[in-house]
Protein backbone atom coordinates (compact mmCIF):
# COMPACT_ATOMS: atom_id res chain seq x y z
CA UNK A 1 0.00 0.00 0.00
CA UNK A 2 2.34 2.72 0.98
CA UNK A 3 4.52 2.25 -1.99
CA UNK A 4 1.36 3.05 -4.11
CA UNK A 5 1.19 6.21 -2.22
CA UNK A 6 4.53 7.00 -2.18
CA UNK A 7 4.39 7.33 -6.51
CA UNK A 8 1.54 9.82 -6.25
CA UNK A 9 3.53 11.72 -3.87
CA UNK A 10 6.39 12.43 -6.05
CA UNK A 11 4.83 15.32 -7.91
CA UNK A 12 4.13 17.00 -4.70
CA UNK A 13 7.69 16.29 -3.65
CA UNK A 14 9.59 17.83 -6.22
CA UNK A 15 7.63 20.98 -5.49
CA UNK A 16 8.26 20.70 -1.75
CA UNK A 17 12.27 20.81 -3.06
CA UNK A 18 11.72 24.19 -4.38
CA UNK A 19 9.14 26.00 -1.66
CA UNK A 20 9.72 27.59 1.04
CA UNK A 21 9.44 26.83 4.69
CA UNK A 22 5.75 28.08 5.35
CA UNK A 23 4.51 26.42 2.14
CA UNK A 24 6.78 23.00 3.04
CA UNK A 25 5.04 22.74 6.63
CA UNK A 26 1.46 23.41 4.62
CA UNK A 27 2.03 20.81 2.41
CA UNK A 28 3.18 18.59 5.32
CA UNK A 29 -0.11 19.54 6.31
CA UNK A 30 -2.11 17.91 3.47
CA UNK A 31 -0.29 14.92 3.38
CA UNK A 32 -0.02 14.09 7.10
CA UNK A 33 -4.05 14.75 6.80
CA UNK A 34 -5.10 13.15 3.68
CA UNK A 35 -2.63 10.00 5.14
CA UNK A 36 -5.09 9.75 8.37
CA UNK A 37 -8.16 9.90 5.64
CA UNK A 38 -6.54 7.15 4.12
CA UNK A 39 -6.18 4.95 7.00
CA UNK A 40 -9.63 5.43 8.26
CA UNK A 41 -11.35 3.67 5.31
CA UNK A 42 -12.82 -0.02 5.31
CA UNK A 43 -14.38 -1.57 2.04
CA UNK A 44 -18.07 -0.98 2.60
CA UNK A 45 -18.50 -4.41 1.45
CA UNK A 46 -16.95 -6.08 4.82
CA UNK A 47 -19.17 -3.55 7.01
CA UNK A 48 -22.32 -4.65 5.67
CA UNK A 49 -21.37 -7.98 6.23
CA UNK A 50 -20.17 -7.23 10.33
CA UNK A 51 -23.06 -8.31 12.53
CA UNK A 52 -22.29 -5.77 14.89
CA UNK A 53 -22.14 -2.51 12.82
CA UNK A 54 -24.76 -0.09 13.71
CA UNK A 55 -27.95 -1.15 11.61
CA UNK A 56 -28.95 2.93 10.42
CA UNK A 57 -24.66 3.15 9.21
CA UNK A 58 -25.35 -0.09 7.20
CA UNK A 59 -28.69 1.53 5.59
CA UNK A 60 -27.58 4.39 4.52
CA UNK A 61 -24.13 2.28 3.14
CA UNK A 62 -26.45 -0.03 1.55
CA UNK A 63 -28.39 2.82 -0.54
CA UNK A 64 -25.18 4.79 -1.35
CA UNK A 65 -24.07 1.21 -2.68
CA UNK A 66 -26.84 0.95 -4.92
CA UNK A 67 -26.17 4.68 -6.20
CA UNK A 68 -22.22 4.31 -6.64
CA UNK A 69 -23.13 1.23 -8.66
CA UNK A 70 -25.97 3.13 -10.71
CA UNK A 71 -23.29 5.95 -10.72
CA UNK A 72 -21.02 3.71 -13.32
CA UNK A 73 -23.73 1.69 -15.14
CA UNK A 74 -26.01 4.22 -15.84
CA UNK A 75 -24.01 7.52 -15.78
CA UNK A 76 -21.04 5.89 -17.13
CA UNK A 77 -18.81 7.23 -14.43
CA UNK A 78 -15.81 5.71 -13.32
CA UNK A 79 -15.73 2.42 -12.09
CA UNK A 80 -13.12 2.42 -9.25
CA UNK A 81 -13.20 1.84 -5.56
CA UNK A 82 -13.78 5.29 -4.75
CA UNK A 83 -17.27 5.47 -2.46
CA UNK A 84 -16.86 1.50 -2.24
CA UNK A 85 -15.35 2.56 1.25
CA UNK A 86 -16.02 4.28 4.52
CA UNK A 87 -13.95 6.51 6.80
CA UNK A 88 -15.36 7.47 10.21
CA UNK A 89 -13.07 10.44 10.68
CA UNK A 90 -14.73 11.55 13.76
CA UNK A 91 -15.19 15.01 13.19
CA UNK A 92 -17.88 17.37 11.38
CA UNK A 93 -16.23 18.55 8.38
CA UNK A 94 -13.04 16.48 6.81
CA UNK A 95 -11.23 20.19 5.77
CA UNK A 96 -12.43 24.00 6.36
CA UNK A 97 -11.41 26.29 3.32
CA UNK A 98 -10.07 29.16 3.93
CA UNK A 99 -11.27 32.35 1.30
CA UNK A 100 -9.33 35.78 1.36
CA UNK A 101 -9.83 39.03 -1.29
CA UNK A 102 -8.90 42.21 -0.90
CA UNK A 103 -11.25 44.75 1.03
CA UNK A 104 -12.39 46.19 -2.52
CA UNK A 105 -12.10 43.23 -4.21
CA UNK A 106 -14.06 40.23 -5.74
CA UNK A 107 -10.94 38.66 -6.95
CA UNK A 108 -10.02 35.78 -5.20
CA UNK A 109 -6.35 35.10 -3.88
CA UNK A 110 -5.46 32.26 -5.99
CA UNK A 111 -3.71 28.77 -4.42
CA UNK A 112 -1.94 26.80 -7.23
CA UNK A 113 -1.02 22.63 -6.43
CA UNK A 114 1.23 20.57 -8.64
CA UNK A 115 -2.34 18.10 -10.03
CA UNK A 116 -5.67 20.70 -8.80
CA UNK A 117 -4.37 23.85 -10.61
CA UNK A 118 -5.04 27.13 -8.96
CA UNK A 119 -8.12 27.22 -6.62
CA UNK A 120 -9.78 30.33 -4.72
CA UNK A 121 -9.01 29.00 -1.65
CA UNK A 122 -6.90 26.82 0.74
CA UNK A 123 -8.15 23.72 3.16
CA UNK A 124 -7.16 22.90 6.30
CA UNK A 125 -7.64 19.61 8.10
CA UNK A 126 -7.28 21.20 11.20
CA UNK A 127 -10.27 23.68 11.94
CA UNK A 128 -7.45 25.42 14.42
CA UNK A 129 -4.99 25.74 11.56
CA UNK A 130 -7.80 27.23 9.45
CA UNK A 131 -8.75 29.72 11.82
CA UNK A 132 -4.78 30.61 12.22
CA UNK A 133 -4.37 30.85 8.62
CA UNK A 134 -8.15 33.41 8.33
CA UNK A 135 -6.67 35.39 11.36
CA UNK A 136 -3.19 36.35 9.61
CA UNK A 137 -5.19 36.96 6.46
CA UNK A 138 -7.66 39.34 8.27
CA UNK A 139 -4.16 41.15 9.77
CA UNK A 140 -3.12 41.33 6.29
CA UNK A 141 -6.33 43.82 5.62
CA UNK A 142 -7.76 41.02 3.95
CA UNK A 143 -11.52 39.91 3.78
CA UNK A 144 -11.46 36.18 4.90
CA UNK A 145 -14.26 33.72 5.31
CA UNK A 146 -14.12 30.07 6.11
CA UNK A 147 -16.38 26.65 5.35
CA UNK A 148 -15.95 23.68 6.75
CA UNK A 149 -16.34 20.93 3.55
CA UNK A 150 -17.98 17.18 4.24
CA UNK A 151 -16.80 15.72 1.04
CA UNK A 152 -14.05 16.17 -2.05
CA UNK A 153 -12.34 14.69 -4.61
CA UNK A 154 -8.44 13.22 -5.29
CA UNK A 155 -9.54 13.63 -8.85
CA UNK A 156 -8.70 9.56 -8.68
CA UNK A 157 -5.36 9.81 -7.18
CA UNK A 158 -7.20 8.01 -4.43
CA UNK A 159 -10.36 5.87 -3.85
CA UNK A 160 -12.52 8.49 -2.13
CA UNK A 161 -14.42 6.83 0.73
CA UNK A 162 -17.88 8.00 2.07
CA UNK A 163 -17.04 9.77 4.95
CA UNK A 164 -19.37 10.53 8.25
CA UNK A 165 -19.49 13.69 7.29
CA UNK A 166 -21.36 12.66 4.38
CA UNK A 167 -24.11 10.81 6.36
CA UNK A 168 -25.27 13.97 8.22
CA UNK A 169 -27.71 14.57 4.72
CA UNK A 170 -30.85 13.58 3.68
CA UNK A 171 -30.61 10.30 0.95
CA UNK A 172 -30.69 12.40 -1.84
CA UNK A 173 -28.44 14.82 -1.00
CA UNK A 174 -25.92 12.22 -0.10
CA UNK A 175 -26.52 10.48 -3.89
CA UNK A 176 -25.83 13.96 -5.82
CA UNK A 177 -22.72 14.04 -4.41
CA UNK A 178 -21.58 11.22 -5.04
CA UNK A 179 -22.34 11.55 -8.42
CA UNK A 180 -20.69 15.00 -8.62
CA UNK A 181 -17.79 13.82 -7.14
CA UNK A 182 -16.80 11.20 -9.80
CA UNK A 183 -17.86 13.97 -12.28
CA UNK A 184 -14.45 15.27 -11.53
CA UNK A 185 -12.71 12.22 -11.81
CA UNK A 186 -14.40 11.90 -15.13
CA UNK A 187 -12.96 15.14 -16.30
CA UNK A 188 -11.00 17.80 -14.41
CA UNK A 189 -9.15 21.17 -16.32
CA UNK A 190 -7.18 22.57 -14.12
CA UNK A 191 -6.92 26.33 -13.26
CA UNK A 192 -10.93 26.92 -14.32
CA UNK A 193 -13.03 26.29 -11.02
CA UNK A 194 -16.31 27.56 -13.03
CA UNK A 195 -16.09 24.94 -15.85
CA UNK A 196 -15.22 21.99 -13.64
CA UNK A 197 -17.73 22.93 -10.67
CA UNK A 198 -20.42 23.47 -13.38
CA UNK A 199 -20.05 20.18 -15.29
CA UNK A 200 -20.01 18.20 -12.00
CA UNK A 201 -23.24 20.40 -10.78
CA UNK A 202 -25.33 19.04 -14.52
CA UNK A 203 -23.87 15.40 -14.21
CA UNK A 204 -25.04 15.52 -10.15
CA UNK A 205 -28.71 17.15 -11.05
CA UNK A 206 -29.10 15.13 -14.39
CA UNK A 207 -27.81 12.09 -12.65
CA UNK A 208 -29.76 12.57 -9.63
CA UNK A 209 -32.87 12.87 -11.78
CA UNK A 210 -32.28 9.43 -13.57
CA UNK A 211 -31.78 7.85 -10.02
CA UNK A 212 -35.11 8.89 -8.66
CA UNK A 213 -37.14 8.02 -11.63
CA UNK A 214 -35.40 4.40 -12.08
CA UNK A 215 -35.80 4.00 -7.80
CA UNK A 216 -39.48 5.14 -8.30
CA UNK A 217 -38.97 8.06 -5.91
CA UNK A 218 -40.16 11.63 -5.97
CA UNK A 219 -38.34 14.96 -7.92
CA UNK A 220 -36.48 16.81 -5.96
CA UNK A 221 -38.46 19.90 -4.67
CA UNK A 222 -38.65 22.25 -6.75
CA UNK A 223 -39.86 24.91 -4.64
CA UNK A 224 -36.36 24.70 -2.40
CA UNK A 225 -34.75 24.75 -5.70
CA UNK A 226 -36.32 27.85 -7.09
CA UNK A 227 -35.53 29.74 -3.57
CA UNK A 228 -31.84 28.19 -3.81
CA UNK A 229 -31.51 30.21 -7.54
CA UNK A 230 -33.62 33.27 -6.25
CA UNK A 231 -30.97 33.32 -3.32
CA UNK A 232 -28.18 33.22 -5.67
CA UNK A 233 -29.39 35.55 -7.94
CA UNK A 234 -29.65 37.63 -5.37
CA UNK A 235 -25.95 37.36 -4.18
CA UNK A 236 -24.58 37.37 -7.75
CA UNK A 237 -26.53 41.14 -8.37
CA UNK A 238 -25.21 42.26 -5.16
CA UNK A 239 -21.55 41.39 -6.36
CA UNK A 240 -22.56 43.14 -9.62
CA UNK A 241 -23.05 46.50 -8.07
CA UNK A 242 -19.68 46.08 -5.36
CA UNK A 243 -17.51 44.80 -8.49
CA UNK A 244 -19.34 48.54 -10.07
CA UNK A 245 -18.37 50.74 -6.65
CA UNK A 246 -14.98 49.28 -6.87
CA UNK A 247 -13.86 49.80 -10.31
CA UNK A 248 -15.38 53.11 -9.39
CA UNK A 249 -12.35 54.96 -8.97
CA UNK A 250 -13.44 56.76 -5.11
CA UNK A 251 -11.58 57.08 -2.77
CA UNK A 252 -11.19 54.51 -0.08
CA UNK A 253 -13.11 55.85 3.15
CA UNK A 254 -16.12 56.02 0.48
CA UNK A 255 -15.62 52.72 -1.03
CA UNK A 256 -15.69 51.48 2.74
CA UNK A 257 -19.12 52.90 3.22
CA UNK A 258 -20.64 52.18 0.07
CA UNK A 259 -19.78 48.54 0.96
CA UNK A 260 -21.09 48.51 3.73
CA UNK A 261 -24.38 50.06 2.11
CA UNK A 262 -24.21 47.27 -0.42
CA UNK A 263 -24.28 44.47 2.28
CA UNK A 264 -26.82 46.30 4.35
CA UNK A 265 -29.01 45.99 0.86
CA UNK A 266 -28.75 42.55 0.13
CA UNK A 267 -29.69 41.56 3.87
CA UNK A 268 -32.92 44.14 3.68
CA UNK A 269 -33.93 42.42 -0.26
CA UNK A 270 -33.32 38.92 1.56
CA UNK A 271 -35.68 39.43 4.09
CA UNK A 272 -38.25 41.03 1.27
CA UNK A 273 -37.88 38.27 -0.73
CA UNK A 274 -38.04 35.81 2.49
CA UNK A 275 -41.30 37.23 3.69
CA UNK A 276 -43.37 38.19 0.24
CA UNK A 277 -42.83 35.38 -1.63
CA UNK A 278 -41.27 32.20 0.89
CA UNK A 279 -44.04 32.75 3.57
CA UNK A 280 -41.11 33.47 6.01
CA UNK A 281 -39.25 30.22 5.46
CA UNK A 282 -35.63 31.54 6.65
CA UNK A 283 -33.70 28.70 5.03
CA UNK A 284 -30.95 31.16 4.71
CA UNK A 285 -31.50 33.18 7.95
CA UNK A 286 -27.97 31.83 9.53
CA UNK A 287 -26.35 32.96 6.35
CA UNK A 288 -27.22 35.97 5.91
CA UNK A 289 -27.01 37.20 9.42
CA UNK A 290 -23.49 36.33 10.21
CA UNK A 291 -20.53 38.55 9.42
CA UNK A 292 -20.59 39.10 5.75
CA UNK A 293 -17.30 40.45 3.14
CA UNK A 294 -16.40 40.14 -0.31
CA UNK A 295 -14.64 36.25 0.58
CA UNK A 296 -18.00 34.96 1.13
CA UNK A 297 -20.15 35.89 -1.59
CA UNK A 298 -16.99 34.20 -3.60
CA UNK A 299 -18.08 30.74 -4.28
CA UNK A 300 -21.84 32.01 -5.77
CA UNK A 301 -21.35 31.63 -9.57
CA UNK A 302 -19.17 28.92 -9.50
CA UNK A 303 -21.26 25.82 -9.15
CA UNK A 304 -24.05 26.64 -11.31
CA UNK A 305 -22.34 29.41 -13.67
CA UNK A 306 -22.12 27.05 -17.34
CA UNK A 307 -24.88 24.51 -15.96
CA UNK A 308 -27.35 25.52 -18.90
CA UNK A 309 -24.33 25.04 -21.31
CA UNK A 310 -23.82 21.70 -20.28
CA UNK A 311 -27.57 20.99 -20.18
CA UNK A 312 -27.51 22.14 -24.09
CA UNK A 313 -24.54 20.11 -25.11
CA UNK A 314 -26.31 17.00 -23.29
CA UNK A 315 -29.13 17.31 -25.26
CA UNK A 316 -27.96 17.52 -28.32
CA UNK A 317 -26.07 14.40 -27.79
CA UNK A 318 -29.57 12.66 -26.95
CA UNK A 319 -28.91 12.28 -23.59
CA UNK A 320 -26.07 9.77 -24.29
CA UNK A 321 -23.62 9.88 -21.41
CA UNK A 322 -20.28 8.83 -23.10
CA UNK A 323 -20.71 11.00 -26.35
CA UNK A 324 -21.49 13.78 -24.14
CA UNK A 325 -17.94 13.37 -22.08
CA UNK A 326 -16.03 12.87 -25.27
CA UNK A 327 -17.51 16.73 -25.69
CA UNK A 328 -16.91 18.08 -22.51
CA UNK A 329 -12.86 16.47 -23.11
CA UNK A 330 -13.40 18.68 -26.10
CA UNK A 331 -14.21 21.60 -24.90
CA UNK A 332 -12.07 21.40 -21.70
CA UNK A 333 -8.68 20.97 -24.45
CA UNK A 334 -9.55 24.52 -26.32
CA UNK A 335 -7.31 27.72 -25.29
CA UNK A 336 -9.51 29.53 -21.52
CA UNK A 337 -10.81 32.03 -24.09
CA UNK A 338 -12.37 29.93 -26.77
CA UNK A 339 -13.83 27.41 -24.39
CA UNK A 340 -15.99 30.27 -22.66
CA UNK A 341 -16.81 31.50 -26.03
CA UNK A 342 -18.12 27.83 -26.76
CA UNK A 343 -19.88 28.08 -23.62
CA UNK A 344 -21.49 31.23 -24.07
CA UNK A 345 -23.07 30.05 -27.58
CA UNK A 346 -24.35 26.60 -25.83
CA UNK A 347 -25.79 28.53 -23.12
CA UNK A 348 -30.14 29.20 -23.45
CA UNK A 349 -30.60 32.86 -25.50
CA UNK A 350 -26.83 33.07 -27.03
Known sequence: MFDALLWRWV??????????????DYYSHLAGGQLQL?????????????????????QRLAMAQQA???ASSQLSLPNNRSYRLY???????????????AEFSLA?????????????????????RARGAAALLKQQGL???????????????????????????????LVAVIFHELAHQQFYVADDTAFNESFASFVEHEGLRQWQAK?????????????REQFSALVLASRARLQQLYDSGLPPAQMRIGKQAELARLRSEYRTLRDREWAGQGRYDDWINAPMNNAKLL???????????????FAQVGGNWPTFYQRVAALGKLPETERQQALQELSPGA
Open 299 to 313: PFGLYDQWVPAFAAL
Open 11 to 24: PLAATLLLSGCSTL
Open 68 to 70: RDF
Open 87 to 101: ADIQRPFVVWNVFAT
Open 108 to 128: PQLHCFPIAGCVAYRGFYSLG
Open 215 to 227: QGLPASDPQGEQQ
Open 38 to 58: LHAREPIAELLDEPTADPRLK
Open 143 to 173: DTYMGGVEAYSTLGWFDDPILNTMLRWSDER
